[in-house]
């Protein structure tokens, strides 16, 4: 008996992040998001969502879980050089598959919040990367260049390409990449100057 239990309950959460990310989807606004409306479109009880979400900022956050489970929770974290290069491209890609939820996530505190949880290991990936590649630089420098790197692989660049010069997904990754190649360039370049 309590082997199914597990997963009904897994179920019915997915069930109501579903029907959260399709409200968001359709409506391209936060604010309608409502209880009530997430659970006619989940067609569970109101009771029940609260039950998984009790506070509105629960409800938005389950939201930004969805969407990192279907982005993947370890994309735009690349672990070295090579994964950074090879997953460029797609990230962009995915972010034009949810264009609405990866702007919201950048706009409203909730997304914001749940964006900062994840910072520690985002900083901690990209340091690394420049410690693969130019490990003879400063701290300073290895952290400049960390955080342009990262910069260069988010949702923040993303949005700026597409706002601004209305590219698609796949433009600005390769636009992105490019710049990352030729950051990474210039950083080899200069880990070679100061071991000489």
């Not at 006619?40 to 009790?54: I, K, L, N, S």
């Not at 939820?101 to 909730?110: I, R």
């Amino acid at each position: 008996m309590s082997g199914p239990r597990p997963a009904k309950t897994e179920r019915t959460r997915e069930r109501i992040q579903l029907a959260t990310a399709a409200l968001f989807i359709e409506n391209d606004a936060i604010e309608l998001i409502t209880f009530k409306a997430v659970a006619q479109r989940a067609g569970v009880a109101e009771m029940t969502v609260f039950r998984y979400f009790p506070t509105r900022e629960a409800l938005l956050r389950g939201l930004w879980e969805h969407l990192e489970r279907r982005l993947g929770d370890s994309l735009g974290m690349p672990h070295g050089e090579q994964e950074l290069r090879d997953e460029q491209r797609e990230l962009f890609r995915l972010f034009d598959t949810v264009p609405s939820q990866v702007l919201a996530s950048l706009a409203t505190p909730e997304g914001r919040a749940i964006r900062a949880a994840s910072n520690h290991r985002r900083r901690a990936a990209f340091l690394s990367i420049v410690s693969e590649v130019a490990h003879g630089l400063s701290t300073p420098e290895k952290t400049r260049a960390a955080a342009v790197l990262q910069l260069l692989h988010s949702a923040y660049a993303w949005a700026a390409l597409r706002e601004h010069w209305g590219v698609s997904g796949d433009e600005s990754g390769k636009a992105t990449l490019w710049a990352i190649d030729s950051l990474l360039s210039d950083l080899k370049r200069k880990a070679n100057k100061t071991r000489r």
